[in-house]
Nanobody, 125 residues
Framework: QVQLVESGGGLVQAGGSLRLSCAAS????????MGWFRQAPGKQREFVAA????????YFGDSVKGRVTISRDNAKNTVTLQVNSLGPEDTAVYSC??????????????????WGQGTQVTVSS
């Protein structure tokens, strides 16, 4: 059974940073591209970042570009998202996803095979 479990969310003040982690089990982690998406209340799911199977390529959503880094550890089956300079507009549920698809499609949520439950990030102004 595949499981993706996010951690690291919480309440943070504007201008602060957060590090979100996603621990994967039940799959051959290195065979999957990993992505992070977020969804705020009343809004569509939004692509945040993705990282290729080897970790050699990354891709970022326009709204977070320059403020986000993504990394993975294939030995530990984890992917990490660092978000800096947080603002109230970053408030959302952040979810990680695993996909066996060409990395060029990694910005599209519907190509991912597995999803975590998500972790809430709330940014206070």
């Amino acid at each position: 059974q595949v499981q993706l479990v996010e951690s690291g969310g919480g309440l943070v003040q504007a201008g602060g940073s957060l590090r979100l982690s996603c621990a994967a089990s039940g799959l051959t982690f290195s065979r999957y591209a990993m992505g992070w998406f977020r969804q705020a209340p009343g809004k569509q799911r939004e692509f945040v970042a993705a990282i290729s199977r080897s970790g050699g390529s990354t891709y970022f959503g326009d709204s977070v570009k320059g403020r986000v880094t993504i990394s993975r550890d294939n030995a530990k089956n984890t992917v990490t998202l660092q978000v800096n300079s947080l603002g109230p507009e970053d408030t959302a549920v952040y979810s990680c996803a695993a996909g066996d698809m060409p990395f060029s499609n990694s910005g599209n949520y519907y190509v991912y095979d597995y999803w975590g439950q998500g972790t809430q990030v709330t940014v206070s102004s």
